[in-house]
């Protein structure tokens, strides 16, 4: 407990950083909210745990209820991945088997917290037995958090509360049904307003309700005309994203990109909160194009169960080709979660930071 305090410590400006110290303090930074920084505040127990060696449940943990998607947005990192879908397996029978499955695995105090419903290939709101899903793990008290591009909300979520869900984001895109159109090859934008706006309105004051908007070459114009629209529906939080599909084009924007953010920040004043999940530096620069070879360290703390109902490391790599860790309609959650499949490939969290941290070496 004393390293990751110590480790949020080092914001202190009189503080002078060793190397990996500043190392450290730049990975806790990373994001907007800086996720780690939250992870290492409000799950310290859980971190310390796994720090230890010890095998725990995963805190979050995506279900992809669909392969399939009712749009087909240009920017989406999901049709680059494969020209082959998982199969979808997910109905409401197979969806109580998971539901049993999840809530079983403990370990002492840690067990899932959170399930999201969302998808890397496709849409939930696809599969109707998403619905039962967010019934059957309210009822087994977990947090919810679906993302969705929003289109069929009317059609699934007529006459109900929303009550259930934490939270919800939308990923929408676009300010005007000309560019929804243009970007996602179909018009909904003025369907999807009008759920969200009916949804704010019903709403009880748990649900916090979300925007996305990933910025490429088609929307840039609509970044400030989107959040304004979005502040006057009582929308909590949008929050924007740049096309990470096509650096050049990004690059080439880098200078609107950055000025029109600017400008929707200044909605930051009003209801709505406005975030952008890269600085304006990593937006000019190329840095958030290259994951690849970085450390990734989620695999402890989230996991994926693929609308083929497998088990796989990351909501990110749940699409053909990719191996899983087997069947959860095979296999309890601990089977999986506990297996060579799986152990043999997981990396340690960044120890060496924290030791270096306890033991202020500089190296
Ligand atoms: C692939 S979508 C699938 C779930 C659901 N259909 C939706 O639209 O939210 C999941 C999230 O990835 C984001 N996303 C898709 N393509 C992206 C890209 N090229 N760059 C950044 N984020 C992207 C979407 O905006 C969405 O919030």
Known sequence: MKQ????????????????????????????????????????????????????????ELEIQPSSKCNLKCTHCFGKTLTNKNLENKIGEKEMEILAERINNYKEGDFEIESVKFCGTT?????????IHGINLFKDLGKNIVVFTNGLY???????KKYSDINRLNV?????SERTFMNLKGRVGFSRTVKSLGELIEKRNGKLKVNVSYVISEKNTKEIVKT??????????????????????????LS????????????????????ASVYSPNEIKEDSIFHSHGKRCFTQHLWACVGPDCNLYACGH????????????????????????????????LPMTFLDSIKNGKNN
């Open 171 to 175: 990923s929408l895109d676009a300010g």
């Open 122 to 130: 496709g849409e939930p709101l696809i599969n109707p037995a998403m």
């Open 4 to 59: 990751i305090n110590s480790a949020i410590a080092l914001e202190n400006p009189k503080i002078n950083l060793t190397k990996n110290q500043k190392r450290f303090q730049k990975f806790l930074n990373r994001g907007t909210p800086p996720y780690e920084k939250i992870l290492l505040k409000y799950h310290e127990k859980r971190i310390l745990a796994i720090l230890k060696g010890e095998i725990i449940p995963p805190q």
């Open 153 to 159: 909300l009317d059609k699934f979520y007529q006459g």
């Open 317 to 348: 790599r749940t699409y053909h080709g990719i191996e899983s860790y087997g069947s959860l309609l095979d296999n309890s959650f601990k089977e999986l979660w506990t297996s060579e499949k799986r152990l043999a490939n997981l990396k340690n």
């Open 227 to 252: 959040t304004k629209l979005m502040d006057d529906l009582g929308v909590d939080e949008i929050r924007f994203r740049v096309d990470i599909t096509n650096p050049e084009k990004i690059h080439a």
């Open 255 to 274: 200078g609107l990109i950055i000025s029109e953010l600017n400008k929707a920040k200044d909605y930051s004043k009003k209801h709505i909160k406005v």
